[in-house]
T-cell receptor
Framework: KQEVTQIPAALSVPEGENLVLNCSFT??????LQWFRQDPGKGLTSLLL?????REQTSGRLNASLDKSSGRSTLYIAASQPGDSATYLC?????????FGTGTSLTVIP | EADIYQTPRYLVIGTGKKITLECSQT?????MYWYQQDPGMELHLIHY???????EKGDLSSESTVSRIRTEHFPLTLESARPSHTSQYLC???????????FGPGTRLTVT
């Protein structure tokens, strides 16, 4: 069964710092990988989606990379802001099912 | 932006009560999902549907049932709530041939 791991579980950085969140998965036979943001008590908001044939996707200050063969993805956030504080989850799709990590809780200190 | 709604947003009920959590989407998506999420834990798939009259159980057996009589509506029912059902329930949908899942705001359920 697919297992998705995210490290670190929590991260605190000063405003303006660049940072990297990590996601790893055990079965490389994925269709795609999606990064989400979740604010406390809320649902998930999709940030970036990378197809299995792609290496990276960019949206504004966010850049996600995918190395399918090694079972890894990273989410790079440039010039972090206090508004970036949230939990970031990654999810891989296999068939019509999705497997989620436990997330990285990010705090950006003003 | 996706239009997917969940009601109620918060619910506190006693043990043994029957409850239905509502989920509706206005995007015409054929695929819909219910997830359970405990604090600090990953999302667990409890039910999914590929279209009207199609429902399947996910990995997590939550003693709940779902129905899909209309494309836009995917309610989740707990016949007899127990304290172990206390959790956040998230509904999601995905369109035909589309890759992204869109999530509702969630229902925070507390069973006393």
């Amino acid at each position: 069964k697919q297992e998705v791991t995210q490290i670190p579980a929590a991260l605190s950085v000063p405003e303006g710092e660049n940072l990297v969140l990590n996601c790893s998965f055990t079965d490389s036979a994925i269709y795609n990988l999606q990064w989400f943001r979740q604010d406390p008590g809320k649902g998930l908001t999709s940030l970036l989606l990378i197809q299995s044939s792609q290496r990276e996707q960019t949206s504004g200050r966010l850049n996600a990379s995918l190395d399918k063969s090694s079972g890894r993805s990273t989410l790079y956030i440039a010039a972090s802001q206090p508004g970036d504080s949230a939990t970031y989850l990654c999810a891989v799709r296999q068939g019509n099912q999705f497997y989620f990590g436990t997330g990285t809780s990010l705090t950006v200190i003003p | 932006e996706a239009d997917i709604y969940q009601t109620p947003r918060y619910l506190v009920i006693g043990t043994g009560k029957k409850i239905t959590l509502e989920c509706s989407q206005t995007m015409g998506h054929d695929k819909m999902y219910w997830y359970q999420q405990d604090p600090g834990m990953e999302l667990h798939l409890i039910h999914y549907s590929y279209g009207v009259n199609s429902t399947e159980k996910g990995d997590l057996s939550s003693e709940s049932t779902v129905s899909r009589i209309r494309t836009e509506h995917f309610p989740l029912t707990l016949e007899s709530a127990r304290p172990s059902h206390t959790s956040q329930y998230l509904c999601a949908s995905r369109g035909v041939g589309a890759d992204k899942q869109y999530f509702g705001p969630g229902t925070r359920l507390t069973v006393t």
